[in-house]
């Protein structure tokens, strides 16, 4: 999130930086996400995008210098259990 430390809230919609990348080329995430997706649905692995979910949560970013990697527990827990929850429903993971 460009300027993350001016952020003390989620946001209410995605941020668009299809015209500025930014130093972190943000503008590209969207493009680059769906390529991962094709390409892990494709090996039969499951593509889970946490970058929806993480795209909303600008003020997750405590470093001032670091508007890129998530430095609170907040947005990093709700990623865990997420993936936690999918692998509970894939029975090859549930099995004990």
Do not use: T
């Not at 692995?45 to 970058?51: G, M, Q």
């Amino acid at each position: 999130h460009l300027n993350c430390m001016r952020y003390k809230r989620p946001l209410e919609k995605r941020q668009n930086f299809s015209n500025n990348e930014g130093p972190h080329n943000w503008g590209k995430f969207h493009s680059q996400n769906r390529l991962v997706k094709e390409l892990v649905e494709e090996f039969g692995f499951i593509h889970v995008d946490a970058d929806s979910l993480l795209s909303l949560r600008a003020e997750g970013h405590v470093q001032r210098r670091d508007c890129l990697h998530y430095c609170i527990p907040g947005p990093l827990d709700a990623v865990v259990e997420l993936l936690y929850n999918i692998m509970k429903a894939i029975p090859r993971f549930s099995q004990p």
